[in-house]
């Protein structure tokens, strides 16, 4: 069975032109620690004995290996504006 890669987000409105996204938790769980082996046709058995996604610890921590750090991934998007500053054009 195939590795899971599980992750969840919290996305807040800060103002009308600015979303934040946070990434507090993001791993991998090897197949092989979460999935009974079995033949394909009798459908997905979780191991008895095996991790819980989201629940237990990640074989893997995404988060250290993508920002070098344990903290939450903090991501903020601020709108575009519609109209172009004439400024910014080239003469």
């Known amino acids: ?14 103002d009308c032109n600015t979303i934040q996204n946070t990434i507090p938790f993001f ?12 033949t394909p046709w009798t ?6 004995d095996g991790k819980v996604p989201l629940r237990d610890a990640p ?10 750090d344990v903290k939450p991934i903090l991501e903020t998007y601020h709108r575009l504006t519609t109209t ?4 910014f054009l080239h003469h």
Do not use: F, R, S
């Open 1 to 14: 069975m195939p590795d899971l890669e599980v992750g969840w987000q919290t996305m807040k409105l800060v």
């Open 27 to 38: 791993g991998i769980y090897v197949g092989a620690g979460i999935w009974q082996p079995g």
């Open 43 to 48: 459908g997905v058995q979780w191991a008895a």
């Open 59 to 68: 074989d893997i921590d995404l988060i250290p290996i993508l920002t070098g």
């Open 84 to 87: 172009i500053n004439p400024n």
